[in-house]
């Protein structure tokens, strides 16, 4: 009886490692100035690694984007950069990048993230910042 048992918790287990491990994250991304208008842009997002290994490139389509992607444990580089806007920055230049670490977390339990960003038109710094992470546990 307890092998029996032990087998079909081991059954179990395996099946749902393999259900998760295919799991993947809609991350989305608002970014805009301080005055309400959109920033007309990019995001990408790099896995950090030797060598490093671009994922995502996505422009915004006013102030948003959006992707569906497998993460797994490591450390990643979402960019926001400026493009098309000559009265308020230079071609390409970079507004932000930041790290996101999956090291303490299972990836597979992340269904969904979120970030909208605020910079400001004057000195392009940021302004804000509002995080949202969405994950579903077992």
């Known amino acids: 009886m307890h092998t029996t048992m032990t087998r079909y918790l081991l059954l179990a287990l395996l099946l749902s490692l393999a ?29 950090n690694g030797s060598p490093d290994i671009l994922l995502a490139a996505k422009t915004l389509s006013s102030g948003w984007t959006n992707f569906t992607i497998l993460l797994s444990k490591g450390t990643y580089t ?32 992340l269904k969904r993230g979120e970030v909208n960003l605020v910079f400001r038109k004057a000195d392009l710094s940021l302004k804000s910042a509002d995080v949202k992470v969405h994950s579903e546990f077992p």
Do not use: I, R
Request: hydrophobic share 45%.
């Open 78 to 109: 979402v960019t926001v950069a400026c493009h098309n806007a000559p009265t308020v920055c230079a071609e390409g230049t970079v507004l932000t990048a930041f790290p996101v670490f999956t090291a303490m977390l299972d990836p597979a339990m």
């Open 19 to 47: 259900q998760t491990a295919n799991a993947q994250t809609y991350l989305t991304a608002g970014v805009k100035w301080d005055d309400g208008t959109p920033v007309n842009g990019s995001v990408t997002l790099v896995q």
